[in-house]
Each structure stands twice: as C-alpha cells, then as structure tokens.
C-alpha cells in the first residue's frame, strides 16, 4: 500500500489514540505516552514508519514554536516580579551549578567544549508536563515544595529562550553555515558574532512590534466578532514571527516566546490560548511520536550500560544539587526530598534542544540517539522515585526540626474560635465572625500572607496547625471550635486527626474542596463539612432564577430544598462510593429526585400563590414595572 498522505495521519493519530491514555492510566504522562507510540511504530520496531519521519518532524516543530509562544504568555510581568527572589534564585542557580558540573564532567571524559556545554545546559532541564502534573494531582501546588519546584520549572521554562539562542555560537565544529536551521538564513555567511547580534536586533524588532502592531491589529480583528477569523490572526502572528525569525537564521521558538511576552498583559491573552492550544497540543504530540520513532533502539542496545549509567548519574547529581539549595534557601526536609526527586529527571524540553543541537552538527546523529533514550528513560523512572520517596522515605522524617519551634509566632491571646488557614476561605469567615463580635485566634503557614495581613491590622500568627504544642499556645484546651480552611485537603485531614485526638472537646468545622474530601471527612466522623463552592454556586443559581422572572422567595427556597437533598444525598453515597457503578446508578436516581421533588415543590407554591414574607422582592417587582410602565409612556 503506498503511504499517502492520509495513511501516514492514520498511523499517527491511532498511535497516539491508543498509547496516551494508556500512558495516562499509568501516570507517566502524555509526552511519555507519545515517546512510546513512535518507538513502536517506529522504523526499529514494527517498522509502520520510515525515514518520511525525517520530513513530518520539520512540520511537527511547530508545535514546540506553539508552544514557546502560550509559555510567553503566561509570563506576566507582575507574577515574575512576586516571585523573583525564589526564581532568579533556586531556579538560576539550579541551572547554573548543573549545567556547570555536568560540562565539567564530560570535557573530563575527553568530549568538546562545545559539545560538554550543550550537555550541560540540556541535561539541567526538568520535566513541567510530569512534575507540575503530579503536583497538582497531590494537591501541593501551594506548599513550599509545590512553589519551589515550580519557581525552578519556570526559570527553566525563560532559560530554553537563551539557550536555544547561545547554541549556534557552539556549532563551531559543526559548521553552523551548514546547518539546517541556518539554511535558509539571510546571513548564513557571517560568524557567529555578528548572527548574535541578529538576534538582539530581531528580539526588538518583535518587541517593538507587538506592542506597537499586533494589538491594534487584534482589536480590528476582534471588532468582526468572527471567532475563525481571530483564531486565523493568531495562527497569522505565529507563522509570521517564525518566517521572520528564519530569515535571519534564529531559532523560531525565541521570537515567538517574546512574542507571547509581549502579549502577556493584554486584553486577548485568554482568547490568543485558547485558539492556539489545539493546535499546539496536536503538533507538539507528533513532534513526540517523530522523536520516538527516530530512537536507534540497535544502537542503544549496544550501549545499554552507558546508557543506564548516563540516567542514574544524572538523576543522582540533579537529586544532590537540589537538596544543598533548596537546604540553602530554608526549605524543610520533607519539602526538600519532595523537590529533589521530583526534578530529577531531564525534562521534554531536552527532545527540542537535542533535535536543534542534531542540526546545528552539534552532536552525531548516534549521540543524539543515545541522549534521547537517556532523557525517555529519566522521565519513565521518575514516577517510581516518587513513589518511593513517598512511602519509604518520607515517613521516615520527622514532622518537623526543633529549631523550627522557634520560628513560631508567640500567641498571647485565648479567644472562643481558633481559625487554622487564613487564605481567601478561611479569611472570609473570620472576617463575618469578627464582624459579629467573635474574636478568633488565627493560624497560618504561609508568611508572605502572615505579614501582609498584619500590615492591613488583622491579627494573624504564623505557625503550623498540626504542631500540638502550638495549638495549646492558640488555646485549644479552652476554645469551643475550631474552624479548619486550610488549602490543601490533604492538611485538612491531618489537622483533623490531630484535634481528634488531643482536643476531643472541640467543635470542628472544616473546609472541603470536593465531595471525595466530604467523604473522607465523614469517615472520621466530622458533622460540620464545607463544600467550598457549594454556597456560592447556589447563591450565583438563585440570582439567575430571580432574574429570569422567579420570585426571590421561590428561587431561595429551591436553594434551600436542593442543598438540604444534597446533603442527605451525600451520606447515602459516601457508604458506596468504592461501588463505582451502584454509585453512578444511585447519583442518576437522586438527581432525577431532586428534579421532581423542586418541580412539585414549586407547582404547590403556584397553587397556593405564596407570596409570603417576601415583601422586598415585591416592592423590586412593583418598581421594575413602574420604570417599565414610565418607558412604555
């Protein structure tokens, strides 16, 4: 059968379809996923594709543009300004001390300084989609590892730009007039010098542009209100910058990375996201599948050892680096170990940088092929270490360091209500309370918020809710309640067993994020539960009842039927919860009760026209239909 066009698209959507989410159900990730569908299908496998992946790839490094292009845009300025400190800080010296020591190594084995440096800068990177990812699933984006790891991801994330911009300067032995990226380049017969000074030109003319161009021109777009043709200016703004940059022999991905910088405060940021991400999505996939597919597994096989050497020597030089700066900048142990093996890893960001460094003559194609299976098998062993880390040695670290003890805030005051978390749930209620006349002792672990909230006059002491001897301090053995809003669920939970267990007399009312937090909460026992969106979501529901013609005590009375039924819901479907499909047959019955129950409900009410006490809602009525009557007149 000769291999179309179309057949070719077919064998790498199917591979794709099949292998990511299998990928995704082992909780390796979907660049993992897409690496492993093109070495199956690959030339050195089952042999579906061929060397017409060679030409694919050149179509599908438009992804990594793409992508270069959304991670500028979410680079506000105002986000890097907060967090400065943590990502010039961690995050450089991450990528400074290893790619330093990382070259050391190799120019100490016998290899080039240009080719140790590339080793160097490539093998620093860490992988955002698996770390963030698994982050994000263990709810610690906001602990102090979650925030470390992501303030050295995004320094990552800047530093692909000069990297991408300082590998030219090393094709030295490569010849970078012969190389593919400088091909088409307008200025391929100059040195290298005078291309870096291309760049700089370059980089300001899309500054320059962006600001002075692109968005009067996205605003006349927008103006049609013609959703394709905004999604094709987009696209437009990509492509272009990617020609331009071609033309004088840079790296496509940096104008277009600056580009999105450029774009990141204004007015169509979202709406630039959302009609590029498809397509990124899409080509930065088959740029994957195309990397897989061109793995030499013969070659790699004839260097298994150097292979499996390479990976846990770098892992291990990574994990060691981490730990010594994440110690250096203060973050406890725990936090530490959760950092280092999380970024241990060489990142899918190494597949761009190697396949840029294979053009530029940089490496042989079969030190390529060796670095490639390295990276793969970093970013596949990653989950394991994980794991390992978190079940047999994280519990082997004490909670907390004594000298910790002393960081915590003194507390002089013993108040009725103890508040544990004062973020943007916990700081509502002990507003509403104090409001009332309550006065609440507050705890929080966050001391950015501690001290911006003490600026503002609110009382608020830093200190870690589980520590029991700090809870006495906040007086727990004599306060009534205590109100749990911490943000991580997982925290909760686990300053629920230690009230339970210490200060039994206390009322508990915690916050949850979801129904499955509701249900571990039920587990221990807890009456008073919060669904954090669950008010809101009902109060947003009544307002868009009442403003499609409802009667205000007939909208707050549905309310109030649905969240009562809810929550006498809620116990019957905790106990089956495990019994997925008796619980899904259980959640379709309550619902269609709920349905008829509020539409008998409110039938009742018609037929006994109701009014009730609600005499503001009639006087609303009665002025909207003067003001209507007035227009009419």
């Known amino acids: 059968m000769e291999k179309t066009f179309f057949y070719q698209a077919m064998i790498y959507l199917a591979a794709a379809v099949l292998f990511v989410p299998l990928a995704k159900k082992l909780r390796i990730g979907s660049t993992l996923g897409y690496l492993i569908a093109g070495m199956i299908i690959g030339p050195f496998i089952l042999g579906i594709v061929g060397k017409e992946g060679e030409d694919i790839m050149h179509f599908a490094e438009f992804g990594v543009v793409m992508m270069l292009f959304l991670i500028g845009l979410e680079l506000e300025p105002s986000r890097l300004w907060r967090m400065r400190v943590s990502i010039l800080g961690l995050g450089g010296l991450q990528v400074l001390i290893t790619s330093i020591l990382i070259a050391g190594i190799a120019i100490a084995i016998g290899r080039s300084w240009n080719e140790s440096i590339a080793f160097g800068l490539i093998f620093a990177m860490s992988s955002t989609a698996i770390v963030l990812q698994t982050i994000k699933e263990k709810g610690m984006l906001h602990s102090k590892a979650g925030q470390g790891s992501f303030s050295v991801l995004l320094f990552q994330d800047m530093a692909l730009i000069p990297i991408l911009a300082i590998m030219p300067i090393l094709a030295t032995s490569g010849s970078a007039e012969e190389s593919e990226?400088?091909?088409?380049?307008?200025?391929?017969?100059?040195?290298?010098?005078?291309?870096?000074?291309?760049?700089?030109?370059?980089?300001?003319?899309?500054?320059?542009?962006?600001?002075?161009?692109?968005?009067?021109?996205?605003?006349?777009?927008?103006?049609t209100h013609l959703t394709e043709l905004f999604t094709a200016t987009a696209l437009l703004i990509v492509v272009g910058i990617t020609v331009l940059m071609g033309f004088v022999g840079i790296s496509p991905a940096l104008g277009t990375f600056l580009g999105g910088v450029v774009l990141a405060n204004s007015e169509f940021r979202h709406e630039l996201e959302s009609d590029i991400e498809p397509f990124k999505g899409l080509l930065l996939g088959l740029?994957?599948?195309?990397?897989?597919?061109?793995?030499?597994?013969?070659?790699?096989?004839?260097?298994?050892?150097?292979?499996?050497?390479?990976?846990?020597?770098?892992?291990?030089?990574?994990?060691?680096?981490?730990?010594?700066?994440?110690?250096?900048?203060?973050?406890?142990?725990?936090?530490?170990?959760?950092?280092?093996?999380?970024?241990?890893?060489?990142?899918?960001?190494?597949?761009?940088?190697?396949?840029?460094s294979g053009q530029l003559r940089i490496f042989s194609s079969e030190v390529s092929s060796l670095m490639m299976a390295t990276v793969a098998l970093t970013m596949a062993l990653t989950p394991f270490f994980m794991l390992i880390n978190e079940k047999l040695i994280l519990p082997r670290i004490p909670d907390s360091k004594p000298e910790n003890e002393t960081q915590q805030d003194s507390i002089h005051e013993k108040n009725r209500v103890i508040i544990a978390g004062y973020g943007r749930y916990g700081n509502v209620v002990g507003r509403f309370l104090r409001a009332n006349g309550v006065s609440t002792t507050v705890l929080d672990l966050d001391s950015e918020r501690v001290e911006l909230l003490r600026r503002m006059g609110q009382e608020v002491y830093y200190g870690d809710a589980m520590r029991i001897n700090l809870l006495k301090s906040a007086g727990a053995e004599t306060a009534e309640m205590i109100i749990i809003a911490l943000d991580d669920p997982e925290k909760c939970l686990e300053v629920v067993h230690t009230i339970k267990k210490h200060f039994q007399h206390l009322h508990i009312l915690v916050r949850a994020y979801d129904r499955s937090d509701a249900y571990e909460f039920m587990d221990e026992g807890i009456l008073h539960i919060y669904r954090e969106t669950l008010e809101s979501s009902l109060q947003m529901g009544v307002d868009a009842l009442h403003l499609l013609g409802y009667r205000a005590y007939q909208a707050k009375r549905a309310a109030y039927i649905f969240k009562k039924h809810d929550q006498k819901a809620l116990k019957h479907l905790a106990s089956i919860r495990n019994d997925r499909q008796e619980y899904i047959n259980l959640t379709r019955e309550k619902i269609s009760e709920l349905e008829d129950f509020i539409l008998s409900d409110k039938k009742q009410m018609e037929e006994a026209k109701d009014s009730g006490w609600d005499v503001e809602s009639l006087r609303d009525e009665i002025r909207q239909k003067i003001q209507k009557t007035k227009k009419d007149d």
Do not use: C, H
Request: glycine share 6%; aromatic share 12%; proline share 2%.
């Open 287 to 356: 740029f994957f599948i195309t990397v897989g597919a061109s793995i030499n597994f013969r070659l790699v096989t004839e260097n298994v050892f150097l292979v499996l050497g390479l990976v846990f020597s770098v892992m291990t030089l990574k994990t060691i680096i981490i730990l010594l700066l994440a110690k250096g900048f203060k973050i406890e142990t725990k936090d530490r170990l959760i950092m280092a093996f999380s970024l241990s890893q060489i990142g899918e960001f190494a597949f761009v940088l190697i396949t840029f």
């Open 181 to 223: 990226v400088a091909q088409n380049s307008l200025i391929s017969q100059y040195p290298g010098w005078l291309q870096t000074i291309a760049v700089l030109v370059a980089v300001t003319s899309v500054v320059l542009g962006g600001r002075w161009l692109l968005r009067p021109l996205l605003r006349l777009v927008a103006s």
